[in-house]
């Protein structure tokens, strides 16, 4: 995981309620043994439509998606944030989040970015109109500044995901800090200690 210190791209509207990590990566897709290649089917069921919001050539390459309140609900499955990552969404702006996904979108480099009803409303009407509005998000200062749309306002993220997107550190790097402790211990285990296979 690369360390995020700023977002700054452009926004895709996903005028939704109670998105669910099913409808984000369907279970058809959970049969793959790596963690990349979920891109392809985020929001896989919904991309048939070809009226769906990430088929509209005007959003593509788009990194920030704006969503309704309740996002990320239902199951607790990685692979969910795992597709948006893959697809390039690195922050996702919304009245609200499931917890277990907004805890997965920090520790794979998501930004999750709680903000009014009325700031997300007006964020969806601006880059419904005007697709090349920047939007700048910045864990450092925990800011959201989009002057096209009239915000500058402020998001809460706990001390320690916002320490884990500044460094750079998903769950293996973390463990990796501790990696002179961990071989300090493991040198001093009995042969006998020691299970193999």
């Not at 309620?17 to 049969?31: E, F, H, N, R, Y």
């Not at 788009?62 to 996002?71: E, H």
């Not at 989040?97 to 520790?107: H, P, R, S």
């Amino acid at each position: 995981m690369e360390p995020i210190r700023t977002v700054v791209g452009r926004g895709v509207p996903l005028d939704r309620s109670d998105v669910d990590t099913d409808q984000i990566i369907p279970a058809v897709w959970l049969k793959r043994i790596e963690r990349t290649g979920f891109g392809e089917g985020l929001f896989s069921a919904w991309r048939e439509d070809p009226d769906f919001v990430l088929n509209d050539p005007r959003y593509k390459g788009a990194n920030v998606l704006i969503a309704g309140p309740n996002f990320g609900c239902g199951s607790s499955r990685e692979h969910a944030p795992w597709a948006l990552e893959d697809y390039g969404f690195r922050a996702i702006i919304a009245p609200s989040f499931a917890d277990i996904f907004k805890n997965n979108c920090g520790k794979v480099g998501i930004i999750p970015v709680v903000q009014p009803p009325d700031v997300v409303h007006r964020l969806m009407t601006a880059v419904t109109e005007d697709p090349s509005i920047e939007i700048t998000i910045s864990v450092e200062h925990r800011s959201v500044v989009v002057p096209a749309a009239d915000v500058e306002g402020s998001f809460e993220i706990d001390d320690f995901t916002r320490y884990r997107l500044l460094n750079g550190l998903d769950d293996i790097g973390i463990t990796l800090q501790h990696e002179a402790d961990i071989s300090a211990f493991e040198a001093k285990r009995p042969s006998y200690a020691v299970t193999i296979g």
